[in-house]
């Protein structure tokens, strides 16, 4: 296999900040300053805010041009097609750093052919558990993969003369109500979890820009916190680059000039001449910062060269051939084999003569999560298609899509207007307002609930919530699903009575944009009441209510199908309409794909379930009985390729998880949730995230950090840990590759700590090298641990600390699978 180039990967030398901020050419300041006397203040106010939705206000007295935004962070997507790399949670399973470099300079070369400026991305926001509607976008559980993910990518995007812009800084780790929760966190953890990717973004790749979050961290607007913007990121790490709220963001124009923010986005709805010219005669705020924040911008402007040169770059095709090449290759090391027994995977091709692809993400491809990081690719590739072309010549590939759309489960669940008698339909009442007051302005009886903008009715015009009032009469008695699907957003808002009981409750929240009950009903008329606030038509306005009796739903010719293939390929997860930005998810998979999945795995013993999900998900139902299973995550557009060379065995999987898959939800370490009746979500766990907490509470997840499979087997020898030069380490370590296949594997260092005065991990993760070895291939590898390696963040001291005393060195195959053991001594 030539394609798996050989790499070993080190760590780098961390730049201080101070010494990225002198990087600084002098002239780059001197033309800073001149531009900055000649700007009048309502001009610099001008420039705080952005225009268009998308766009920094020109000053063309200045030939300041029109600084042009797209997200981020998983292509470029506003102003038509581009390429859909894997998306960011993918990009960190690669575990790859240079990957993920060449995975940026792609965006970075996209975004030049679109003439875009600022390119809002990487998401580095950490994984805390799997609900949050934007795990897939970001860069998983560990601060220090993430970091080395989100450095990679920055200077990819920024060697295009693009700048990258870290988000969203910070804690922002959930999706429900993100205007108005407080993430609770403290300073340590904070340090040393939430923080290093956007440190390590600004110290070491000199990140152009930083968006801030939506919720409040410790009582404070993220778009206002001093804390936050100014003493850490700008004193502390040295950051010089343009610190801008997200899209609606800023709350208090005057506080978020005065605590560090240089530019809101997406307009001047509160940083505008009306708010600050009278603050600013008042002294409330100062001429120097607002320079400060205009000196900021103007620096980007000159230190990126788009003073200088049309950034328009009409060399670089739109449909970008090279683009497609990386993304088929990162998707090829992002995907994951977490479980093969029996050797079903790779599916061998003389053998294997028909395959059944069955299931809802097995066409059309699902490259993308929902939200402002969908990227819409010119072209696609399905795992049916990638598969179906794979084997073109030596098997047939059959496919059915077994489940109906949530759309056709909605659509087919009938209502009556009273227990008895009645009429056919729901009653609906819909009002002016979204807490469901007063007279409803319309009241009409609805075949159904399905309204989606796309395609089915929308809501009537000038309404703002509804109320659904009908009864539901099982076919049998038995075991019921109920779903209802949602936007995102504030359109998400519903709650669901059934015979007078709350089963679900996205009221105050929003705890997932499709959620679901089982209920065991019997065989009579059930009130129903579904109460609906919002619309969210950014997000597709959708409301649906769906309720199907267990045991009916998957359609029987994919049970024939997959019974008669030689082997079935079972395609389930989430999409874009139910993991997406301005919602959180289930960990349950979406309605009837457990059924799907159970009932393939009884038709055809030689089966893989592949899951298309930006984190964990409920496997809980199957696992045992799936011979094989695959994580896909969001692939990017040439996932269905990468997925079909995987399971023919024509690529060897080489992504490790950078996130735990729990068993149960209930092992899950985080408090995901605000304290009930509160907007306060308390981050209770501190430091113990993801492997860290399950390592603490001796919680075995079902597959660990760090790990996934290989077609290949590989053997660790000869450890040695050294001092080396300014108090660093060198680990130095052999792989060989003692099986018959080329491949790739992820070599991981994780260090154990000194007794220390404060809690500590029992282990983290400290390096990494990705190596790729031919059959019998031995490699040396070597990783070096800093000082950082073995420090925590000592609050008194405001400082990092590592007490002196024995580390253990662990190279390992996961968090789990500790191949070596070492020490590293600091001496007092
Ligand atoms: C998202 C940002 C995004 C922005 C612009 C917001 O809703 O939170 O991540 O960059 O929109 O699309």
């Known amino acids: 296999m030539p394609r798996l180039l050989s790499s070993a990967l080190s760590l780098v030398i961390i730049l201080n900040g101070a010494a990225a901020a002198r990087q600084n050419a002098p002239d780059v300041e001197r033309r800073v300053e001149d531009l900055l006397k000649q700007l009048t203040i309502e001009e610099k106010i001008e420039l705080l805010a952005g225009v268009d939705d998308f766009f920094v206000r020109p000053v063309p007295r200045l030939k300041l041009p029109r600084l042009k935004m797209a997200d981020g962070p998983n292509g470029v997507r506003n102003f038509g097609p581009a390429t859909a790399m894997p998306s960011g949670v993918a990009m960190a399973a690669t575990w790859n750093p240079q990957r993920v470099e060449s995975i940026g300079a792609e965006i970075g070369r996209d975004a030049r052919a679109k003439g875009v400026h600022f390119l809002l991305g990487p998401g580095v926001n950490i994984y805390r558990a799997p609900m949050n ?13 993430a970091a080395r993910a989100a450095v990679a990518y920055v200077r990819g995007v920024q060697a295009q003369g693009v700048t990258a812009t870290i988000k969203h800084f910070a804690a922002n780790n959930s999706e429900f109500d993100r205007h108005n929760t407080d993430s609770v966190v403290d300073e340590r953890t904070l340090r040393e979890i939430y923080f290093p990717a956007f440190e390590a973004a600004v110290r070491e790749a000199r990140v152009g820009a930083i968006m801030s979050s939506y919720n409040f961290l410790n009582g404070e607007h993220a778009s206002q916190n001093r804390h936050l913007m100014t003493e850490v990121a700008k004193q502390d790490w040295g950051f010089d680059g343009v610190m801008m709220s997200d899209w609606g963001g800023t709350y208090d124009g005057v506080a978020a000039v005065n605590a560090g923010q240089d530019l809101e986005m997406p307009g001047p709805r509160h940083t505008n001449a009306k708010n600050l010219l009278p603050a600013i005669e008042q002294g409330k705020v100062s001429v120097a910062t607002i320079d400060d924040h205009v000196r900021r911008i103007l620096r980007t402007a000159v230190r990126f060269g788009w003073y200088d ?8 095709p739109r449909y970008n051939q090279q683009g497609r090449r990386v993304a088929l290759e990162a998707a090829r090391e992002a995907i994951v084999l977490l479980k093969n027994e029996g050797g079903v995977l790779p599916l061998d091709r003389k053998r294997v003569k028909s395959v059944a692809v069955v299931g809802p993400n097995a066409y059309p491809a699902v490259p993308m999560g929902g939200g402002s990081g969908r990227v819409e690719p010119f072209a696609a590739v399905s795992l049916l298609e990638g598969l179906s072309n794979a084997l073109a010549q030596t098997a047939n590939v059959y496919h059915h899509r077994g489940l109906p759309t949530l759309s056709e489960l909605a659509d087919a669940t009938s209502f009556r207007t009273a227990a008895e008698g009645g009429e056919a339909g729901i009653r609906a009442e819909y009002f002016d307002n979204a807490d469901l007051t007063g007279t409803p302005v319309i009241t009409r009886t609805e075949r159904r609930v399905n309204f989606r903008r796309q395609g089915g009715a929308s809501f009537p015009e000038k309404t703002a919530g509804d109320r659904f009032t009908g009864f539901f009469t099982p076919k049998t008695a038995g075991e019921h699903d109920l779903f209802v699907e949602s936007s995102g957003e504030d359109g998400g808002r519903f709650r669901l009575f059934v015979d007078d009981k709350l089963v679900l409750d996205n009221w105050t929240t929003h705890p997932a944009m499709v959620n679901q009950a089982t209920l065991n009903l019997d065989a009579r008329p059930h009130k129903i009441v579904l109460e609906h606030r919002g619309r969210s038509y950014w997000l597709g306005g959708r409301l649906a209510l769906g309720i199907t009796g267990r045991g009916g739903l998957i359609d029987p010719q994919a049970r024939e199908l997959a019974a008669r293939s030689d082997a079935v390929v079972i395609a389930v997860g989430f999409d874009h309409e139910t993991e997406s930005e301005g919602a959180d998810r289930t960990f349950r998979l979406p309605p009837g794909q457990d059924e799907l999945i159970k009932e393939m795995l009884a038709a055809n013993k030689n089966a893989v379930v592949v899951i298309t999900s930006g984190g964990g998900v409920g496997m809980g139902e199957w696992v045992e009985r799936a011979p094989a299973v695959v994580q896909a995550w969001y692939p990017g557009q040439e996932g269905g390729t990468a997925l079909a060379e995987i399971l023919l065995g024509d690529v060897n999987p080489s992504g490790r998880l950078p996130v735990t898959f729990e068993r149960r939800l209930e092992d899950n370490p985080a408090n995901y949730y605000p304290q009930p009746g509160t907007k306060r979500i308390v981050y209770g766990e501190g430091v113990f995230v993801g492997y860290r907490g399950y390592e603490k509470a001796g919680t075995r997840p079902l597959f660990p950090f760090g790990h996934g499979l290989s077609y290949t087997t590989f053997k660790y020898d000869n450890l040695a840990v050294k001092p080396a030069r300014g108090g660093t380490f060198e680990v130095t370590f052999d792989v060989k590759n003692t099986g018959s296949r080329v491949g790739g594997d992820v070599a991981q260092v994780y260090v154990t700590p000194a007794s220390a005065p404060v809690p500590r991990p029992a282990k983290e993760l400290k390096g990494f090298s990705k190596v790729f070895l031919r059959p019998g291939e031995t490699k ?49």
């Open 133 to 145: 509607g934007r795990n897939f976008e970001y860069m998983g559980e560990d601060p220090f993969l």
């Open 309 to 316: 040169r049309e950034q328009t770059d009409l060399s670089i």
């Open 780 to 828: 040396r590898v070597t990783v070096t641990l800093d000082a950082r390696a073995f420090s925590y963040y000592d609050v008194n001291s405001k400082s990092w600390r590592a007490e002196p005393g024995d580390y253990g060195v662990l190279v390992g195959r996961s968090s789990e699978q500790i191949e070596l053991r070492g020490k590293a001594t600091l001496s007092p």
